[in-house]
C-alpha cells in the first residue's frame, strides 16, 4: 500500500487530485466487487492484492487534497476531522467483532 499511496499521489499531480481520487476509488470498489466475491483460489486472492495495494490507499494519500481542492484549505482541518469520525463506525464493529470471536 505504500507504493500505492505514492504513486498515486504522483498520478493525482499530472490529472488532478479529484480525477485521481474518481479513478482510484472506482477501481478499488470494482476489486472488491469483481475479484474478491469470486476468489476461490490462492491466485484470484493474490491479483486482489495486487490491485487494493495498488489503488486502495487513495484515501488516506488523497482525502486532504480533495478536501482541500473543494472546500477551501480553510476548513481544512475540520473536514478532516469529521471525515475521521465518520470512519470509526465501520473500524469499531470490525474490532468488537474480533474481540468478541
Do not use: H
Amino acid at each position: 500500500m505504500a507504493v500505492g499511496r505514492t504513486v498515486i499521489g504522483l498520478f493525482g499531480d499530472r490529472i488532478g487530485v479529484v480525477n485521481a481520487f474518481i479513478v482510484s476509488a472506482l477501481l478499488s470498489g470494482l476489486s472488491q466487487l469483481l475479484v474478491w466475491n469470486f476468489a476461490s483460489s490462492f491466485t484470484a486472492i493474490i491479483i486482489f492484492a495486487v490491485i487494493q495495494g495498488a489503488f486502495g490507499g487513495c484515501f488516506v494519500s488523497l482525502i486532504a487534497p480533495v478536501s482541500a481542492q473543494l472546500f477551501g484549505i480553510e476548513k481544512l482541518a475540520t473536514l478532516s476531522g469529521l471525515l475521521i469520525l465518520f470512519n470509526g463506525p465501520g473500524k469499531s464493529f470490525y474490532l468488537t467483532e474480533r474481540l468478541l470471536s
